[in-house]
């Protein structure tokens, strides 16, 4: 802290831009997670070249540095574990050039995820990852998380639409990645491994993206299930029957409790609800592969079944999904959501076994457990209901974190879907990854040799989540 | 080469899968590029515990290894230039597993691209990048060059159809990345750098591949085009108007004469032609693509456009293009077709006038060019025809290589599109990525601090290829 010499920052920035009040460090101390952890000061760039000088002062002085968006991650990504600068990136937030005749975008890391899917829709082009949080989520921190969302499934992560990235390294130098074409055959593509760094190899400063078609026809629907199984197997048959559902998401009953108690819908008080959705071009298509899923669904005992292909009424159908996150957080009194073991992957065959599996964890741990997500992509969500006032919650959701995890490695899966890993997926993350941890820090070496960014993460961070940080026992209200 | 101890391989692999043979050593020491180098001993190991037990010895010694497939690499990339051992892999070639439910198949790396899809055939699905050896290709070839093809413009190029990788390290070590679900956003996803890394990071032993729905409607076209210029606009436009071909060629004049002169099949002598395809699992959805991109063509200039949706037909109609390579060597007396300069991108845009670029770069150096690839995924193809018993054609191509790459880096392109860097685009691969040149070392350090793995390739590949390796005086005759 004392090391930290706030006038070469303002130099760089300029007076306005530098912040070290306790109220605005306690605010970016902290994202959408239960961490809570103090920076040193807050430092807001407008250009990649005073990103530079940033950098080489926090190098040379061996001062941590912090990329942040719009603070949105659920797991503690950007909270400062080791004090430092917290880089604002949110200033940075031009789109330069939407290229038609080339197919591809360059925007600064700042641009908010809706905005820029504003400035393509004129175009008929769209930039898919489009997390639930694309409202108020930064392009860089979507590419830094491998973020993606409910067009997943068809569209990929925000790394499948990532063409390349121009990053200023630990020492301030700036180096381009990637190319604008399609293909690229030229090394080691190392584009591929910024999306997903969470903040620990460069800063993010512009990045060059795909775009493409946005469908004219779109088709939801929604299934009701008296089982889990029945909505699990459904699953596994539609991913491997030649379907391409624009959507397919999985709602469990405690979900579907909270959303009746929050929103008053009424939905059938069932195990499990399926939401789906085909896009396309053309009317026949998107009717051959709803019919297809809807068939699917039925032929595995699925009841209830709503389609439509208006807009309002697929709104309408959607409302529950939508409102989930906020709806946890009022499923009971004194029952906030909080994001811990917030998401995971398991393939298609598990994802049945492994909603009931996180109810039976939720219950040995004297806790409430929903699940729920994207189970087109593999992605699975959780939100622990606890009393945040009480410390034994907080032991019980560190020992059912941990059994979850444990759980989703014995099956095949991974930490994080799209979430990324931040403060509290890490202790399961390296567990998971434990046999090529040195090797990611050989890799973290060549990028960042004095570790300056964002220190204290991924291979390097806490095996104890729970004592690595303040918690906020507080709700957290972002939209899942 | 004599600190080599053959018995000692022998001893792990077996006798007979130890060859140290001048027949064989000649024969494993080039590929389908113009490059040859003797290597000291080719290993062919049976099982992942046997590559293990060769790294731990070849990097005690600080020996060579150089991993390799078919050998069917268009630039020397399994070349040993230091010498070494060739690691053959074909011997491990088994799928190990397809699974229907989650959606992914395991396989050895020394599968043929072509005996996947005969497996997958059966289930109506199939593993898409199928570069145009694909009779030959291996698996772990194909993810080492990232390489892709005809439909690579709709569905990807390897490493998108990657999801995991099992691999050998230099130290023997065995590490899995990657996961078998569709999303992941646990930290650096090194899956992503392993392809298109060369068997310079590591040996894969084993990949966890995506496979896709096999469409059950095909459309081929074929259009003339009096100027290059209408074929390149027409291009562009196709790309950015919502259209997804699963196909999209050029085909130049040189090309067409090629074609004609070796299988007189009187293609009009035009000055560029457009092949194009759509595919899919609804007629009126193909339809309405491949209607669109006539519709395109037509607007700008194209003439004579056949189309089909009858597989016979489609296969005349694409006869050409499936036989442009080998038509290329009978293009002139003495004028064998040199894969020189053989792939790049560049921008959709740049399509015609990296042909025109091409062709007068060919006039000034007196040698004969062709140019044609995947323009939909930005691939471009060229390959020299000259007389290679003559040293001064050897000067001239590589004046031409060079000035076609400085062209290439101008436009905001890339040195290779799918068939990787090797030693023939070494150079111009060093030029593209200078900044980051030091970076690749510092990651190659990570994987391979004793650098025994491909030695001598990308970043620290010669900036003279011409000089690097003897050069095959011969005409190579492998499928494009």
Redesign the interface.
């Known amino acids: 802290m004392e090391k930290l010499n706030i006038s070469r920052l303002k130099e760089i920035v300029g007076e306005k831009n530098v912040k070290d009040d306790p109220a605005d460090l306690y605010i970016y101390g902290t994202d959408a997670s239960v961490h809570q952890a103090m920076p040193w000061a807050v430092v807001r760039p407008e250009n990649a070249g005073q990103v530079q000088e940033i950098m080489r002062y926090a190098n040379s002085e061996k001062i941590p540095v912090i990329p942040r968006g719009s603070g949105s991650g659920m797991c503690g990504q950007t909270v400062p574990v080791n004090g430092g600068i917290i880089l604002d990136m949110k200033r940075m937030n031009k789109i330069l050039e939407i290229?038609?005749?080339?197919?591809y975008c360059r925007v600064e890391p700042g641009v908010i995820d809706d905005d820029l899917n504003k400035a393509l829709k004129p175009y008929?082009?769209f930039f898919p990852p489009t997390p639930a949080s694309s409202i108020i989520a930064t392009i860089g921190g979507e590419i830094a998380?491998?973020?993606?969302g409910v067009r997943?499934?068809k569209y990929?992560?925000a790394?499948?639409s990532l063409l390349g990235v121009k990053l200023v390294?630990a020492s301030g130098?700036m180096?381009?990645?990637g190319?604008?074409?399609?293909?690229?055959?030229?090394?080691?593509?190392?584009e591929?491994?910024i999306?997903?760094?969470?903040g620990t190899?460069g800063v993010i400063v512009e990045a060059t993206l795909k775009f493409v078609?946005?469908p004219t026809i779109r088709c939801l629907g929604m299934t009701n299930f008296n089982k889990l199984e029945e909505a699990g197997d459904s699953i596994?048959?539609i991913?491997?029957?030649?379907?391409?559902p624009s959507m397919l998401e999985l709602v469990d009953n405690v979900a579907i409790k909270a959303i009746n108690n929050a929103l008053k819908l009424n939905l059938p008080d069932v195990d499990a609800i399926l939401i789906f959705e085909a896009d396309?071009?053309?009317?026949?298509?998107v009717d051959?592969e709803i019919t297809k899923i809807k068939d699917i669904c039925e032929t595995h005992g699925g009841f209830g079944t709503e389609l439509s292909f208006d807009e309002k009424e697929r709104e309408r159908i959607y409302t529950g999904r939508k409102k989930l996150f906020p709806s946890l957080s009022k499923y009971k009194e004194l029952m906030p959501s909080t994001s811990l073991a917030d998401?995971m992957?398991?393939?298609?065959?598990k994802m049945a076994e492994t909603t009931r599996k996180i109810h039976e964890i939720a219950k040995q741990n004297n806790i409430i457990m929903s699940a729920y997500g994207?189970c087109?992509?593999?992605?699975m969500h959780t939100k622990i209901l606890m009393d945040t006032t009480k410390s034994e919650s907080w032991k019980a959701a560190e020992k059912a974190v941990a059994q979850i995890y444990e759980y989703v490695n014995s099956v095949?899966?991974?930490?994080?879907?799209?979430?990324?890993?931040g403060i509290s997926k890490a202790p399961a993350?390296k567990i998971?990854?434990a046999?090529?941890l040195e090797?990611?820090r050989?890799?973290k070496?060549?990028?960042d040799p004095n570790n300056i960014l964002n220190p204290g993460k991924?291979?390097d961070a806490s095996d104890d989540w729970l004592n690595a940080t303040k918690l906020r026992y507080t709700v957290s209200d972002k939209c899942e």
């Not at 992957?345 to 065959?349: F, G």
């Open positions: 290229n038609l005749e080339d197919v008929n082009v998380n491998n973020a993606s997943s499934v990929g992560a790394r499948d390294l130098d180096i381009s990645f190319t604008t074409t399609r293909v690229e055959a030229s090394g080691y593509q190392i591929r491994i999306a997903g760094s969470e190899l078609p946005l596994s048959e991913m491997a029957s030649g379907c391409t396309g071009m053309v009317k026949e298509a051959f998401d992957t398991v393939p298609y065959s994207h087109g992509s593999g992605c095949g899966g991974t930490t994080s879907a799209e979430h990324g890993i993350f998971e990854k046999a090529s090797l990611m050989g890799i070496k060549a990028f991924l291979q």
